[in-house]
Structures are given as C-alpha cells and as structure tokens.
C-alpha cells in the first residue's frame, strides 16, 4: 500500500513538473455581451484575460481586433488599436474603443441583429496564440433593448461555487451530508443551463475523470443574483474530490473545449476532502527550515515529523510577475516539487528542482504528510527562502 501510494504521488509530481512548450493557452473578455445603439454613440470597454503556461516569459501582443458577422465571419470593422505586454503571463489589458450610431444603424439595416468584436492574442517569440471574443447586440435604443429583452439574452456575468463555510475547499467526515452552493451573476432573462459534475478520489489528482450528477434547466429574471445548492455529493471513499459547475448555453459563441463539459461558457471547481475515521482532523506542520532565509546549492528543507505519515510532499513555487498593463497580482505558481519518505524529517534540494530555481530570487515552499490510504494528515503554511548557490 505505501509502495502504491508513493508511485501514484510520484507519477503525480512528475505530470505537475514535465516541461512543456511555453505558450498562451486562453484568452478571454469580460464583460462578454454588450449592447450597442443606434441612436447615439457607444464606448465599448473590454477586459482581456490572457492565460499562459507556467514557464512562458515572452510577452503578449494583439496588434489590431476586428468586429465581425459571427453568421459568415466577415470582418465589419478593423479596430487598428494594439495591446502589447511584456514578461511572464497571465496578462491583463483593457481596451476602449467607439463605435458610431451611423454604423450601428448601419449593421442593422444589414439584418444583423449582434455582431461579435474578436481579438487575437499572440506571443511574439513563437508565434502560436490565443482568441477572445465579445459578442455585440445590435439595438434601436436603450428603452427598446429593455422591452426586447427574451430568453436567448441571458448573460452570466460570473459564478462562485462555495461550500457552507464559504470556501471552495471543506474536509469533512466520511459518509457526511455535503452539498456547495453556486452563486450567479447574471443580465437578461432565461434559461439557466449547466450540469454538476464530480471526480472522485484514483482520478481527481492527476487527470481528474469527471461524471455528471445533475443537469441544471431552470429560469432566471433580469437584474437578480441566483442562487442554486448541488445535490447531495458524495462522501463515501475516503480521498480528494473534485466538484465542479459547468455552464452552458448562454453564450452565441462560446466553443465546447472539454468533452465531459460540453458547449461550457464558464466553469468553476470546488475542492473536498472526506477522512476515513470520524473526529480526524489534519494537524498543521510547523518549525519548517528555511524561511525567511538563504538555501544553497545542496541546501536542506526540514520540517516537524507527522506521526502516522507514509510520504512528505515538497511543493516550491515562485512569485508570478504582475503584468505591466493593468490588473490584479496572479497567485504564485508551483515549479518544482520532492517527494520524501515518511520517517524523513528533511530532503535536500534534487538536482531536477535546482535547475527550475533562479540565482538570487525568491521562493515559497510548503509540504504536506500523507498517510499510507493517499488522505492528507498534515499541511504546512508557506515558508520562504532566496535561492544562493553560490553562498
């Protein structure tokens, strides 16, 4: 049993720490429906997401957006406006563009009903990049948009999933009733489509295999905050689960990306952990080395001993940059990680470890103690160190 636990941790650590091709993956809008009129002049606003992977460094760049006819694909428009970041991703840029009564009318006299503003987002060392959209309603006037307002205008503006305690992680115990909430912003009025989804514990860690519990069909009205509980999830293995909302049919261009989520807009994921024995509780690891301080070359990580512990795990991670066009700080993003034996206090630094740390920069580290069913017992707040091979 540790032998197993110890290979799936370590077949775990491996997919987290493979190299892969830095590239943009996504790229998104919010808001993603606007409303454009005919009667007067529009300022369009736009928040483009650009996510990266982990090791891109490279830079983002969208020279020109183009609004198009999303029936034929035929430009409309050229909005010759570039936005250019420089560094490691994800990327926030914002945009502000006008668009004339005259062509409103325009596109409407056409029998174009929306239009849709696409951008393309391109990392200038590769080449290889990403698309985002926002989708265009056409309108007479502010007072006509309100009275033609129908199902098929339902927006979802965002959505929060969020267990009892108001987190998006709970332990709790075996056989435990359990259910999340799912909070939703939204414009318009209509129909609500989506499907909860679960990954039970053997798939939810590396490649997470997703089964839906319940389709979600009900309607919602304009200018309201819904909300919606889960079914009963399940609590009967003891391990890590995934839970996840995904939603769909709300969006005129959204594109399926994820066969077990089909035609998702938005999804958003939830984490639980049910124990195998009742009144458990993880206790937290402390008098972790070194924090605060400098690691060399063949420097050691130590920490308190868990009792009852079959395998340590060592995550470090580094402090994301912050884009240098708007937005909010990205969470600091793992890099490399050790696995160590349960009577271990203590690893050095692996070779594979050492080559993802730059001389002089900071780091956070943490660890977590598993026991020998994979059901974490343990976890450790994040300590910090510089990197100094040299010292």
């Known amino acids: ?55 891109h460094a ?49 596109w409407q006299a056409a029998g174009l009903e929306r239009v849709v503003l696409e951008r393309s987002f391109g990392d200038p060392a590769t080449g290889g990049g ?73 798939s939810s860690e590396a490649v997470p295999v997703f089964r839906t519990l319940a389709l979600v069909n009900t309607q919602v009205r304009a200018g309201q905050r819904s909300y919606l509980r889960s079914p009963v999830l399940p609590t009967s293995r003891p391990g890590v689960y995934l839970l996840r909302f995904c939603v769909s049919g709300t969006d005129p261009v959204a594109v399926a990306e994820d066969a077990q989520c089909p035609g998702a807009g938005q999804v958003v994921h939830a984490t639980y952990q049910v124990h195998a024995r009742a009144g458990f509780r993880v206790v ?13 070359q063949e420097g050691m990580f130590r920490w308190g001993e868990v009792p009852g512990a079959a395998t340590y795990q060592v995550q470090i991670f580094e402090f994301a940059p912050r884009a240098t066009t708007g937005g909010e700080a990205p969470e600091p993003r793992f890099i490399a990680g050790m696995l160590v034996p349960g009577d271990a206090g203590a690893t050095r630094l692996t070779e594979l470890a050492r080559s993802r740390l730059s001389p002089e920069r900071r780091y956070l580290w943490r660890v977590t103690a598993y026991d020998q069913a994979g059901v974490t017992i343990g976890t450790s707040e994040e300590a910090s160190f510089i990197f100094s091979p040299d010292g």
Do not use: C
């Open 130 to 202: 990403a698309v985002g959209r926002v989708v265009l309603r056409l309108s007479g006037s502010q007072l006509r948009a309100l009275r033609e307002g129908a199902p098929s205008e339902l927006l979802v503006v965002s959505v929060r999933l969020e267990f009892e305690t108001g987190n998006n992680t709970a332990i709790v115990e075996r056989d435990a009733d359990l259910r999340a909430g799912l909070t939703v912003q939204h414009t318009g009025t209509g129909i609500l489509r989506g499907r909860w989804q679960i990954a039970e514990p053997g």
């Open 1 to 55: 049993m540790k032998y197993a636990l110890v290979t799936a941790l370590l077949a775990l650590l491996l997919l987290d720490s493979s190299p892969a091709a830095a590239a943009i993956s996504d790229a998104r809008a919010t808001p993603r429906q606007l409303t454009l009129f005919g009667t007067s002049g529009n300022l369009v606003q736009v928040r483009w997401q650009v996510a990266t992977t982990p090791d």
């Open 284 to 296: 937290r690891i402390r008098s972790l080395e070194p924090d605060r301080a400098r690691l060399g």
């Open 58 to 106: 490279t830079g983002v760049s969208s020279p020109a957006a183009t609004i198009v006819d999303p029936g034929t694909g035929r430009v409309l428009l050229v909005v010759n406006t570039s936005l250019d970041a420089a560094g490691s991703g994800p990327f926030v840029l914002r945009e502000s563009l006008q668009v004339d009564a005259d062509t409103v009318r325009g």
